[in-house]
């Protein structure tokens, strides 16, 4: 039986959470580490920031924060009971290089005459969360109306083709508000009042681990490594 308590809900929020952010954290660490070290060898003047070697490196660095959403997609997918390949296919969708093309040409984006907001979901955390949240409500119901022997290709393109659009319109550029406010609210919470949120997280630490509470924080973590960085 579901528990339904606070604590339950707690419970269920901290696993959910945890699914989905612990297995990312080995190529977000390691990217990170790359990252820092190509901020030591130019003041250790061991490589020149605009050689090629150097460029490249700070490619492969980059390329795990870049493509997060396809790391969560695949993660949320765990969780939430979805196809794991159409939801990367649908953090796909978000990171297209056209679609950044066509957002860049200066005109309004429209699908069936909707705006579409022109975002850059590369390293964003919470849209593609939500997208494939959606998705696992979509999916269900593609598999269950489409017909046995075509369910192998309607179901996918069912799915897509409506949770695509409504990714684009609304969850995306949602998705992107509440992650921007939430980098921002801990970056002002640093930069006013740094000292204290060090002493009270220095205070907490322990009670917040001994309940388990260090797992609610990932999306924090992820999304102030993202932006500002």
């Not at 319109?169 to 509440?178: F, H, R, S, T």
Request: glycine share 8%.
């Amino acid at each position: 039986m579901k528990d339904n308590s606070l604590k339950g809900c707690f419970n269920r929020f901290a696993n959910l959470i945890t699914g989905i952010f612990a297995p990312i954290i080995p190529a977000i660490a390691g990217a990170g580490m790359l990252k820092a070290l190509l901020v030591l060898l130019p003041m250790l003047n061991l490589m020149k920031e605009d050689s090629q070697t150097y460029l490249l490196l700070k490619i492969i660095s980059d390329a795990a924060f870049f493509f997060l959403p396809m790391l969560l997609a695949y993660t949320s997918s765990q969780k939430f009971g979805t196809n794991p390949m159409v939801s990367i296919t649908l953090a796909g969708v978000l990171l297209h290089p056209n679609l950044t093309t066509l957002f860049n040409s200066g005109e309004s984006v429209l699908f069936a005459g909707i705006p579409v907001k022109a975002v850059s979901y590369g390293a964003s955390v919470i849209p593609i969360i939500l997208v494939v949240w959606l998705m696992s409500y979509v999916e269900k119901l593609a598999e269950k109306v489409s017909p046995g022997p075509v369910k192998i290709f309607l179901a996918p393109l069912i799915t897509i083709i409506i949770v695509a659009p409504i990714a684009l319109i609304v969850l995306g550029p949602l998705g992107m508000y509440l992650g921007a406010g939430l980098a921002a609210g801990v970056l002002w919470i640093h930069q006013t009042a740094g000292w204290a949120a060090v002493a009270l997280l220095a205070v907490f630490l322990p009670f917040i681990i001994m309940f388990g509470m260090q797992k609610v924080f990932y999306p924090v973590v992820i999304a102030s490594l993202a932006s500002p960085g």
